[in-house]
Each structure stands twice: as C-alpha cells, then as structure tokens.
C-alpha cells in the first residue's frame, strides 16, 4: 500500500501546478458552500426566534371551526334560506376561564386571556387605524416577550390611570404621542374614551410597531362595549415546534379555531423552505464545477504516465492496482482542497458577521450567521465525493491500458 500511495504522491508532486489549481478549485467551492450556509441558515434561525418570541405560539380566537347552526338547519334535516336574516351568535369564548382552566391540565406551556379590539386613534389631528389588544400584565409576560420590548414603562405602568395604554414606537413616533400624552380611541361599536400614553415598546415588526397598542382587559372590554368578553387565549408553549399538533387537539376539544405560529406564518415559512432548496442546488452546482478541475488533472496525468503505467502493469500490477492509485490522486486533491476550504469558509463567515450595514427593514445592524458543524461536514463531503467520481473515470481508462499496446505507441 505504502507504494501506491508514494506513486500516487508522485504523479501529483510533478504536476505541482495543476495540482495547486485543481486543489484551489475544490478549496473555493467548500469555503463558500460553508460561507453560504452558514449566512442563509443564520439569518432563517433568527427570523423565526424572533417570530417565535414576539407571537403567541398558538392563538385560540372566538370563531367555530364550523358555523353556527340557524334555527331551521336545527330543525330540519335539510334547509334553504331566501332573504332571511341569520342567528346572530354573541362574540367571545364561552367559559373563558373554565376553558383555560381544562387546557392547562395538558398543555405544556403556559396560557392567558386577552380580548382583540380594533379602534381608530385620534391624536393631534390625525386619526389612525389601530389593533388593540387587551392583556394580564400579571399573566403576560409567561405568554410573550413584551415585558423585554418595553422602551418606556413598564408592563405594570397600565395600572397608572384608569385607561392607560402602550403603544408601539413607530406609532408613537408618527402621531408624535408621548408617554403622559392623552389621545382618544373610538371603536367600531361607538365607544369613545381618553386614554393615557404609559409607555411605548419595540418589538422589532414594523407592522407590529406601528399599529398596535395595548391596554388592560377590562380598558379592551369597554371599547367592545361588552363586560366580560375574551375573545382570545394565547398559548407559548415549551416547544415551540409542537405548536401546531398542540393546536390541533385544541381545535377538536374546544370547537375554537385555534392557530399556531407555522400556520400564521405559513408563506413566509414555505418562502423559506425554498430559499433553503435553490441555496443548496447552487452550493451543488459550485462543488461540481470545482470537480471538473480535479477530472482534469486526473486525466492529464493519465494520458501522461501511460509509459509508467506500462511498466507497472509488465511489473505484475493488476488493474486495480493503478486505479487505486489515480482515485487516491483524486481524493488527496478532494481531501486537502476540503481542508483548506473549511479554514477559507470560517475565515470568510466571520468576516461577512463582521461587516456592518443599516437597513430600514431591521433593527439588526450585522448579519447573523450560524456555525455549525455539519455545514463543513456536508461540503467536505460533497467534495470527495465528486473528487472521487471525478478521478474514477481516468482512473479506469488507464487501468484498461494495454502494456504492449503502450510499448508500441497504439495509445
């Protein structure tokens, strides 16, 4: 074995330059799969930690999962309506507390009640349309991460007045409220009512930030003008990857629609899991390129070691032999361009983490990326593979070689 390697190392020695130039190909290739990855992989993982974190994992609203039945359909088994107006069936859940109560005997997690409202704000002269959401700050910060949001006040700060709300600092910033600022709400149900600025949070949504405010339960209450009402239960459970098998058995016990975050976030996700497609088939398509490089040279040495290969195989060697040799030509230039790409590819990762830039779609000013072992695992293996088969079809050639036919210059 140890003369094969050392023929093998040879052929290589002498074809020093297009040995540097095959190896530098495959080099290029790994350090910028992992470059690519490591950057495409980073910035998906932060996208969903922080949509995780700023949403509920599973939201539980008011609506049926089938429409409520009108007076004839209970009665008869078949029926058809002309101009009649429907049952109207009164907002909110139903037992709210006794509902959260049975949920919190099996879900793993925690839950809490809030009531959705939409009000226009009227500040300054500007009126604005707003989601207003009624929380526990007791119970609130088990289910999110506003309590860490908070730019001004805190989540308790809504105790202050009577009709205290936070608003999200875009909204803040664009009616040019500030905390202590009086600004009045009105509801689709005619409800009016001056509310205290207490203090603004920052969520890192722009939707979010700009257009949503919240208030206590009983503020929300008043602007739906019914006392009482949840129409809401938002759930964070303790693995947030079981949300939606967990909002489904929710969805059968209750006969609410209950939704999870990947369902919420269904197009982004789906956005995501093909962004994820079109980066590996280009990190394929750079690695095979690479692998021509290595066919090349693989080939060049064959057509030149014919005479050599003669000689070797009038030695006594068999075929096998000399295609082991070619094939380990190929995978030491596999083996030492994966080394060298992996340094290439953590150099390059920390040099695109370091680089600053602003945009106005994120509060982020650097680029997350993600180390991560199977990113080198992955390339380097891809480039041995295609090293491997790249070297074994020259490699079998010139095992097919005849000596005589050599010796006579038929090849």
């Known amino acids: 074995m140890s003369l094969v390697l050392t023929i093998a190392w040879t052929h290589v020695r002498h074809r020093a330059r297009q040995t540097l130039v095959a190896i530098a190909g495959v080099m290029t290739g790994v350090a910028f799969s992992v470059m690519m990855a490591a950057m495409m992989e980073g910035s998906q993982d932060d996208f969903i930690r922080t949509l995780v974190d700023a949403l509920p994992h599973i939201s539980i609203t008011d609506e049926l999962r089938q429409p409520s039945r009108q007076p004839a359909d209970q009665v ?71 309590a860490s949001h908070m730019r001004q006040g805190t989540l308790n700060s809504l105790y202050r007045s009577s009709h205290a709300i936070l608003l999200g600092d875009r909204l803040a910033a664009k009616i040019g409220a500030r905390v202590n600022s009086n600004i009045t709400l009105a509801s689709a149900q005619g409800m009016s009512m001056n509310a205290t600025v207490a ?53 059968e016990q209750t006969g609410y629609k209950a939704i999870s975050w990947q369902e919420a976030q269904e197009d982004l996700l789906s956005a995501i899991t093909l962004r994820n497609v079109l980066m590996y088939t280009i990190v394929g398509a750079i690695l095979l390129v690479a692998s021509f490089g290595t ?29 082991a040799i070619f094939i380990i030509e190929a995978l030491f230039i596999g083996l030492t361009g994966a080394a060298l790409g992996w340094v290439l590819g953590y150099l390059l990762t920390r040099g695109l983490a370091s680089l600053e830039f ?25 480039a041995l593979i295609s090293s491997g088969v790249a070297g074994y079809f020259p490699a079998r050639a010139a095992a097919r070689l005849h000596p005589v036919d050599i010796i006579r210059g038929a090849t």
């Open 76 to 146: 008869y088994g078949a029926a058809e309506f002309h101009g009649l107006t429907p049952n109207i069936r009164r907002p909110g859940i139903k037992n709210p507390m006794a509902t959260i109560a049975s949920l919190q005997a099996w879900i793993p997690g925690a839950l809490t009640a809030s009531v959705q409202s939409k009000a226009v704000l009227r500040f300054a002269g500007r009126n604005l349309t707003v989601a207003i959401i009624g929380i526990d700050p007791r119970t609130e910060g088990q289910v999110s991460t506003l």
């Open 199 to 251: 203090g603004t949070f920052h969520s890192g949504f722009r939707g979010t930030d700009e257009t949503t405010g919240y208030v206590l339960l009983r503020t929300a209450q008043i602007l739906e003008r019914q006392t009482g009402i949840i129409n809401e239960i938002r759930v964070r459970t303790n693995d947030p990857m079981q949300a939606r098998l967990i909002s489904e058995r929710i969805g």
């Open 295 to 323: 066919y090349n040279i693989i080939s060049t040495i064959t057509h030149e070691k014919t005479r050599d290969i003669a000689i070797l195989k009038s030695l006594g060697f068999r075929d096998r032999t000399v295609r």
């Open 358 to 382: 602003k945009t106005p779609f994120s509060d982020y000013n650097h680029l997350p990326v993600l180390y991560a072992l199977k990113h080198y695992l992955l390339a380097g293996a891809v």
